[in-house]
């Protein structure tokens, strides 16, 4: 069984390498894809390096910086195109830890969707002051009663996927990006009755590099809860 770990990159050039090479190290059965948007620090060509000598590791360069959500989109296509059977997505900045790689794709044998959960019991956040904190909880907790969706962290961009789960999303279809592309994913697989579990991570804030996170896809995050509620349920 053959699982693809794509990692979308803007200035990761402090990360990209040691996490790479941390997650090849896992085992031979794992891959990893780099989808660079043109970092302006040279992160793409030290992807680029990395896969002269490595066949484990494919690189995908995009023209300018375009999201989050297309991103993941870019991952999925490519991993149904080379025809793994699990696809992970991650961050480039370490909040995610290879270590929980395994576990991962351990509990897509029986489950369709996996969660990296920073919510459940064993979970948990390293490093957040109490603002980041007390959004990133609301933010959930906003999503999971406006979409009716058991899932305690459905913002986490830590999941693995079953390659029939990407087969049967209309991938083309999702219009969101930046990080309320990871709600509307995890929604449209509640409809289609996809078995979603979450395992327990812990999440370390980046120790290099800046982040991603704003404001502004906070309130477009709620924004897109209100769009998929009102397409696809009654008020």
């Not at 195109?81 to 370490?94: K, L, S």
């Not at 969707?113 to 002051?129: A, D, H, K, T």
Request: glycine share 8%; hydrophobic share 40%.
């Amino acid at each position: 069984m053959k699982a693809l770990v794509f990692i979308p990159t803007y200035n990761e050039r402090e990360n990209i390498e040691p996490l790479t090479m941390q997650i090849l190290g896992l085992g031979s059965s794992i891959s990893v894809l780099v989808i660079d948007d043109n970092s302006p620090d040279g992160t793409g060509e030290i992807a680029d390096k990395l896969a002269e000598g490595e066949p484990r590791i494919s690189v995908l360069h995009r023209q300018s910086k375009q999201g989050l959500g297309t991103a993941c989109i870019a991952g999925f296509y490519f991993a149904l195109a080379a025809d793994f059977d699990f696809i992970i997505e991650m961050d480039a900045d370490f909040s995610h830890d290879p270590r929980y790689l395994p576990e991962l794709i351990g509990a897509a044998e029986a489950a369709d969707v996996i969660v990296g959960s920073r919510y459940v019991r064993g979970g948990g956040v390293r490093n957040w002051g109490v603002h980041r904190k007390f959004l990133s909880r609301s933010a959930n907790f906003f999503a999971r009663k406006m979409l009716d969706l058991r899932v305690h962290d459905c913002t986490s961009g830590f999941r693995c996927y079953r390659r029939d789960v990407l087969e049967k999303l209309k991938l083309d279809d999702i219009v969101s990006n930046g990080y309320s592309f990871q709600v509307e994913v995890l929604y449209r697989c509640k409809l289609a009755g996809l078995k979603i579990v979450e395992i327990p991570i812990i999440f370390v804030d980046r120790e290099k590099g800046k982040s991603k996170m704003s404001g502004d896809e906070i309130i477009k995050g709620m924004l897109s809860v209100f769009r998929l509620r009102s397409r696809f349920k009654r008020w």
